[in-house]
């Protein structure tokens, strides 16, 4: 969660209950905090896959953060809500179909498409990065301590790092989130940027230090 003013902002809403009985602790966890489902304001999307926007309806199908704005890539919306989509993709993804239609249909009039550039408020912008879905985006936060909220474009912090070359299975395209990956380490290396991906090792945040052709996962 990140608060820019009278905002309250989360990127990605998490699974729900759709996984298992650890999670689906986030609307609890932000009460702990003192912040109730009602006092977020934006929810931005980095993909539709049900660990990332899973959590979007409660059980009854209403809203869980009911006064949001939500933001989720035109690519993405394009890709899951296409009306052949059983015809077009391989069965394998006909599952992650229904989970990310039931997700955006559910928002109905509350959706922003957005698409690379774009401020969801000033110093924070969308970054295109697809392979893993289509419409895949992280999410670049800029002032004194600049932050790069990679979703999945890097999904794991041991493998990916020290072998960017190799492909993930639960990439739709591989070869294009092979390509994301790779661009996204190289400019965080040389960059210095702090990244925070949401599979990897607790507390997910950390650096990119270039090691030959392949980087080593510096952890904050
Ligand atoms: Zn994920």
Redesign the pocket.
């Known amino acids: 969660m990140i608060r820019y003013g009278d905002d309250l902002i989360l990127i990605d809403n998490g699974s729900g209950m759709n996984f298992q009985p650890t999670a689906g602790k986030l609307a609890h966890n932000l009460r702990t905090m003192g912040v109730t489902p009602e006092q977020i304001t934006k929810v931005v999307f980095t993909h539709a896959?049900p660990?990332?926007s899973g959590a979007t309806t409660a059980s009854n199908g209403k809203l869980l953060y009911p006064n949001a704005e939500y933001y989720v890539s035109q690519t993405e919306w394009d890709f899951w809500t296409d009306k052949q989509f059983e015809t077009r993709r391989p069965s394998a993804l006909h599952g992650f179909a229904k989970g990310a239609q039931r997700d955006l249909f559910a928002i109905g009039e509350r959706i922003t498409l957005v698409r690379e550039g774009d401020e969801i408020v000033p110093g924070m912008s969308i970054v295109s990065t697809p392979g893993h879905t289509p419409g895949h985006v992280s999410v670049e936060i800029r002032g004194r301590d600049n932050l790069l909220i990679t979703?999945?474009a890097c999904?794991n912090d041991t493998i990916f790092f020290a072998r960017p070359d190799w492909h993930f299975g639960f990439d739709t395209d591989a070869e294009v989130a092979l390509a994301s990956r790779q661009v996204l380490l190289d400019r965080a290396a040389a960059e210095k940027l702090k990244l925070l991906g949401?599979?990897w090792t607790y507390p997910g945040v950390g650096y990119a230090e270039r090691r030959g052709d392949a980087y080593d996962f510096v952890a904050v």
Do not use: I, L, M
């Open positions: 896959h660990d990332h979703g999945d999904t949401y599979h």
